[in-house]
Every structure is written in C-alpha cells, then in structure tokens.
C-alpha cells in the first residue's frame, strides 16, 4: 500500500509530499530489514547488501528534497493551487 500510494502521488504530482513520506517510511524499513550488510560474513554477499544500502540511502534523500521542497511546477498540486488563487473572490 505504501508503495503504490506512494508512487502513484509522486507520478501525479498529486499530495507528493505525503507520498514521499510514504516512501521514506517504507524505505527505513526496507533498508533496515532487508540490507543488513552488517550482519552478513561473506564478502561477496556483504558487499551486495551494502550496494542496495547505498542506494535505498540515495533514494531515502531524493524523498526527503521532495518533502522538503514539494513536486514542483509541472505537477498537479501546482495546477491546482494556481487555479485557485487565480479565481476571483466574490462577496
């Protein structure tokens, strides 16, 4: 579930600050669980494990930047917030 919501927000442009936080959570766990370099005795398969490591690490901050920055202008909560504000009020 944290996958595809995830994903699907941050494709969309849709609550990708929420959809990123989806995927950093799902990523810490993954990352912790699954890549336990450090646990493992043979070289070839510790260094493996430490390769996916770094990379969940890399994609762990790509999802932080777009938490912290949102998605960007090509995205759909821009197209929104943009129409919004654009709409005159009426009293």
Avoid: C
Wanted: net charge positive; aromatic share 14%; no cysteine.
């Amino acid at each position: 579930v944290f996958l595809i919501a995830g994903s699907l927000s941050l494709i969309a442009g849709f609550k990708a600050r929420f959809g990123a936080g989806l995927l950093f959570i799902f990523l810490v766990l993954a990352t912790y669980y699954f890549h336990d370099f450090w646990t493992i005795e043979d070289a070839q398969a510790k260094q493996g494990q430490m390769i996916h490591f770094m990379k969940n690490l890399a994609l762990m901050g790509s999802m932080l930047f777009v938490m912290a920055n949102g998605a960007g202008k090509m995205s759909l909560d821009n197209a929104l917030a943009s129409k919004t504000q654009s709409e005159p009020v009426v009293a």
